[in-house]
C-alpha cells in the first residue's frame, strides 16, 4: 500500500482527535443558546442536534484528508470519492438539522408526513428531508458516473434510504452509532470478498474520520447527554449507503436496499425498541456503553 494512504488515514484518524473538546464544547453551547432540547424515551429533557458535532469534525478531517490527497497523488477518481462524501454529508446534516429545529414533533413516519401532504397539501419538515435528501442522492449518484441505468437507480435508491435507517434507530442512547459500525464492518468485508484489501482500504479510508468522530461522541451520546438527532443519524446513514454503492457489487446493493425498505415497512407497524426488547442478546447489545445513562 502506497505510503500517501497511510498518511491520509493518520490526518482522518488525527484530526477529530485534536479538535474533538474544544469542538464539542463550542458546539453545546451554541445548541444551548438556540433552545436545542427534546425530550428523550425516559422523559428526560436533553440537548439534540449533537450530530452537528460529528459532521463538523467528520468534516473538518476529510478536508484535510483532500488536501493532502490531492496534492500527493494524480488519481482523481479517489479525490472525487472524498469530495462527494462531503458535498452528501453536509448536504444531508442541512435537511436534518432543519427538522431538528422544528418544535412540532406530532407528525411521524412516512405515513404520517405523507398522510399531512395528502391531506393538509403541507409539506412537513420530513417531507422537505425527503425532497432533500432524496434530490441529493440521485445527484451523488449520478456524479459518480453509474456504469449503466440500472446501477445508477440502485445507487440513487440507496443513498436515498439509508439516511433515514439510521434515523429509525436513534431512539435510544447510541443505538445508532452501535447500528452504524455494524453495517460500516458488513461493507467492509463483502467489498474486501469481491475486490481484495487494497481496494476495499481504498474506498473505507473515507470513513476513518467518521468512525472516530462517533468513538469520541459514544460516551456522551450512550450517558444520555445529547442526541444525534436527525443531523447526525441522517448523516451516518448516508456514510453506511455511500460505502455500500462504492465498495460492493451491485447485488449486494440491492439485497441491503431490500432490506432498508423492509426496516421502513416494519418500523412503521412495529416498535423497532420493542422489537430489540424480545432478544435478550439484542437488548445486552442495546444497552451496552449505557451504564452512565443519566437519571
Known sequence: MESQWLVASAIGLGIPLLVH???????????????????????????????????????????GMLVYVGAMTKEISAWKEGILLVAGMIAVAFWGWRDDCVTDQQTKGFRGHFGTLWRERRM????????????????????????????????????????????????????????????????????????????????????LPVMMATFLLFRHDAGGRIMLGDTGANALGFCVGYLFVLGTPVIAQTVILILFIGLHILAEFISISALIERFRWLERIDRWGRSAELE
Do not use: C
Not at 425530550?39 to 436533553?46: A, S
Not at 452504524?180 to 467492509?188: H, N
Open 124 to 207: 412537513t419538515s420530513g417531507m422537505w428531508k425527503v425532497w432533500g435528501g432524496g434530490s441529493t442522492a440521485v445527484v451523488i449518484a449520478l456524479a459518480l458516473g453509474p456504469a449503466s441505468l440500472w446501477t445508477w437507480i440502485i445507487a440513487a435508491s440507496l443513498l436515498a434510504i439509508s439516511p433515514n435507517v439510521l434515523n429509525l434507530f436513534d431512539l435510544r442512547p447510541a443505538r445508532a452509532m452501535k447500528v452504524f459500525w455494524l453495517l460500516v464492518v458488513i461493507a467492509l468485508i463483502i467489498g474486501y470478498s469481491v475486490e481484495g484489501f487494497e481496494s476495499s482500504y481504498r474506498h473505507g479510508i473515507w470513513q
Open 21 to 63: 473538546r474544544s469542538l464539542l464544547s463550542f458546539v453545546l453551547n451554541k445548541l444551548r443558546e438556540r433552545g436545542m432540547h427534546r425530550v428523550n424515551y425516559r422523559g428526560i429533557e436533553v440537548m439534540t442536534a449533537g450530530g452537528v458535532m460529528l459532521v463538523s469534525s467528520s468534516i473538518l478531517a476529510l478536508l
